[in-house]
């Protein structure tokens, strides 16, 4: 998977540059998701009166609202969006303000003040309002008109935008030399490339169905854990792949 988030402040061209760019994605027939964060305090689908709202006031932890149109899982709690992405599986995906997060971002702004809020590491691009103003680059950033230029600045994401990185810090894996966020910083610079993440899943834990990345040291716990009670046991043989399938439930 791929993701980047556009970012900037209220107004300042964001979801016409996410819009412009999932149909740009999409029409190159990638599948493509997308993720929204709200920042109104006050936002909720799922509010006072509704029977959603009642379902989990009387103690639901999960609630489904199913129509003939769409289907909405209603989480009582802001989840992490690492978390979020776990729901994903499309080529792409698109997130729209976003910060938190180890991907590269494009910046909407009004202004050169606006971009000098936002810039950091991560970024890639700049759009926005501040298309409208003529700038073309900032900082060595170019500047794209999504109005005019959603081809362009698509062709560049598609080659800027690396595979998926984890965001661990050099202490807990390190193997590239630094930390996620460094490599990141170093690939869109031009100075590194995704193959200079060195972590490697020698092994494979799902939970739920879902792969767990897991840094080099937690993999050889894993590792040693098990193959010292594994090999006690009769067919067992020394370099064969073992799988165990959990589920505490049964
Ligand atoms: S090797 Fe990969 S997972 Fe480990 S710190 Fe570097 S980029 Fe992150």
Redesign the pocket.
Known sequence: MKAFSVIGITQSGKTNTVEKIIGELTRRRYSVGSVKDIHFEAFAIDTPGTNTYRHRQAGASLVTARGLKETDILYPVSLSIEKILEFYDQDWVVLEGVREINVPKIICAHDEEGIEDLLDASAIAIAGQVANTGLKEYKGLPVFNVLTQAVELTDYVVAKVPRR??????K?????????????AGIIRGEKKRE????RQTVQLEIGGKPV?M??FVQEILTNALTALVSTLDGYEQGKEISLVWNPRE
Not at 172 to 184: A, F, K, N, Y
């Open positions: 990185l984890p965001d661990f810090d050099a807990c894996c390190g193997l590239c030399g630094m930390s996620c966020r460094e490599l990141l200079d993440c060195l972590l990345t840094v080099p």
